[in-house]
């Protein structure tokens, strides 16, 4: 009986502390979801000049810091560090790599586009073979972002030195690429078409924590990052 209740409320902790992060996260990111939401179901299209203002704005300034607090948060539970109220370190992570997030959001935005705005073109005229390439590139630019938010959450560098690291980590590591895109993707299917209260309840948490997870396994073969 002892050894069920401490598993009991181990699993309580972990329920409470990934719910209520992934709240902060959910909410933080509504504006991001609602022109998303707007983009795709409303009947009305106001110009695709707007969404992508809005993207400009809201991407560098919330979504990409919010995610990277997030992966931060995520870290110390993989590393099973003690924390205090989850909103005091969720809101911490966040001011500590504002700066940093915002520069990186700007990049990995623009990469984003491209690929996005690639794919509606070419599925538009018809060119199903190009399309698929660049859905290709779109898979590896996945990986690539979060194997890049591990980084910038777990090693002090520059965002050049972490772009080239995330490319290694990436690229030179097929196996653990392809297991987070299949972890990623899966969650955010069966989240959109299936179970929608995974959205603001557990989805990041879970995507952050397991996708940290992998890439701390992997890293700790790598110790030493790439100058």
């Known amino acids: 009986m002892s050894r069920f209740w401490e598993t009991f409320n181990e699993a309580v902790e972990w329920f409470v502390k990934m719910t209520i ?3 902060y996260w959910f909410i933080l990111n509504l504006p991001f979801a609602f022109v998303i939401f707007t983009m795709i179901f409303s009947p009305v299209k106001i110009g695709l000049l707007y969404y992508l203002l809005c ?8 979504f990409f810091p919010g995610t990277t607090a997030l992966f931060a948060v995520a870290r110390d539970w993989v590393l099973k560090r003690e ?11 966040f ?5 940093k997030s915002v520069i990186s959001g700007l990049i990995f935005m623009f990469l984003w586009l491209i690929i996005v705005g690639d794919v509606y073109y070419l599925q538009s005229v018809g060119n199903a073979v190009f399309s698929m390439i660049f859905l ?3 898979a590896g630019l996945l990986v690539y972002t ?3 938010i591990s980084l910038s959450v777990h090693f002090e560098m520059d965002v050049k030195t972490l772009l080239k690291n995330a490319f290694y980590f990436t ?3 097929p196996i653990y690429s392809l297991l987070i895109f299949f972890i990623t993707t899966f969650l955010i299917y069966v989240s959109i078409a299936k179970l929608w209260f995974l959205l603001p309840f557990f989805t990041g948490s879970i995507i952050a924590y397991l996708s940290f997870f992998i890439f701390y396994k992997d890293g700790r ?4 990052p790439l100058g």
Do not use: R
Not at 83 to 93: G, L, N
Not at 221 to 224: A, D, E, I, L, R
């Open 21 to 23: 992060t992934n709240i």
């Open 55 to 62: 993207f400009f704005i809201l991407v560098p300034l919330l």
């Open 83 to 93: 924390t205090a109220s989850h909103a005091t370190v969720f809101f911490k992570y």
């Open 95 to 99: 001011k500590d790599n504002y700066k």
């Open 136 to 138: 290709i590139f779109g």
């Open 146 to 148: 979060i194997q890049f």
């Open 171 to 173: 690229f030179g590591k």
């Open 221 to 224: 073969k790598t110790p030493t």
